[in-house]
């Protein structure tokens, strides 16, 4: 009986929660097309963030390996390498 009691509870109390968060939700988002152009840009602006980040760390660790590691002919001659090989495939 204990159990039945306490589960009931517990989903009385989820239901008041869910109910909570909807009311909020809906107050500041009064329209879906409002919530889904907010989700749109987010995912732009998160995506060329994503771009931008990642293209920093890549220079970043290029520019370390050709200053502090002495590679044979450096990384530009593996690039071009690697250019001429989908070129001639």
Same mark, same amino acid.
């Given at each position: 009986?204990?159990?039945?009691?306490?589960?009931?509870?517990?989903?009385?109390?989820?239901?008041? %929660? %869910?109910?909570?968060?909807?009311?909020?939700?809906?107050?500041?988002?009064?329209?879906?097309?409002? #919530?889904?152009?907010?989700?749109?840009? %987010?995912?732009?602006?998160?995506?060329?963030?994503?771009?931008?980040?990642?293209?920093?760390?890549?220079?970043?660790? #290029?520019?370390?390996?050709?200053?502090? #590691?002495?590679?044979?002919?450096?990384?530009?001659?593996?690039?071009?390498?690697?250019?001429?090989? #989908?070129?001639? %495939?």
């Amino acid at each position: 009986m204990n159990k039945i009691v306490s589960k009931v509870k517990r989903d009385n109390e989820n239901g008041a %929660r %869910r109910g909570i968060l909807e009311d909020l939700f809906y107050d500041f988002n009064r329209s879906r097309a409002q #919530v889904y152009k907010i989700n749109f840009l %987010r995912g732009l602006f998160f995506g060329f963030g994503s771009v931008i980040g990642g293209t920093v760390v890549v220079a970043i660790i #290029v520019w370390l390996l050709n200053r502090f #590691v002495d590679l044979p002919g450096g990384v530009g001659n593996f690039v071009q390498y690697v250019v001429d090989i #989908v070129k001639h %495939r």
